[in-house]
Nanobody
Framework: QVQFVESGGGLVQAGGSLRLSCAASGRTFSMYTMGWFRQAPGKEREFVAAISWSGGRTYYADSVKGRFTISRDNAKNTVYLQMNSLKPEDTAVYYC????????????????WGQGTQVTVSS
């Protein structure tokens, strides 16, 4: 089993940047595809980005492509989400998650989840 501690959320003005971190416990972190999802009030949880176990492949939602970058450091058991050019519509609780699937974009494909970190972008 893998457990996560997320950090880096906060309040930022539109156009600003934030870097989210998700630190994992356990020795099997490098086995997993890691993903970031977000959920705004009254909306379903949506895919943001994912990265393969090696870090060699990344995937992004169209809404964040070119603005967000997912990365991972398997030596530190940590996955990151660098968010630039933030917009008010990026406001949500952001979750990291782990999947054994090679490519995973749906929440149902992820077995382990972090507790979430709030990101608020003011206009």
């Amino acid at each position: 089993q893998v457990q996560f501690v997320e950090s880096g959320g906060g309040l930022v003005q539109a156009g600003g940047s934030l870097r989210l971190s998700c630190a994992a416990s356990g020795r099997t972190f490098s086995m997993y595809t890691m993903g970031w999802f977000r959920q705004a009030p009254g909306k379903e949880r949506e895919f943001v980005a994912a990265i393969s176990w090696s870090g060699g492949r990344t995937y992004y939602a169209d809404s964040v492509k070119g603005r967000f970058t997912i990365s991972r450091d398997n030596a530190k058991n940590t996955v990151y989400l660098q968010m630039n050019s933030l917009k008010p519509e990026d406001t949500a609780v952001y979750y990291c998650a782990a999947s054994l699937a090679i490519v995973a974009r749906r929440p149902s494909e992820y077995a382990y989840w972090g507790q979430g970190t709030q990101v608020t972008v003011s206009s």
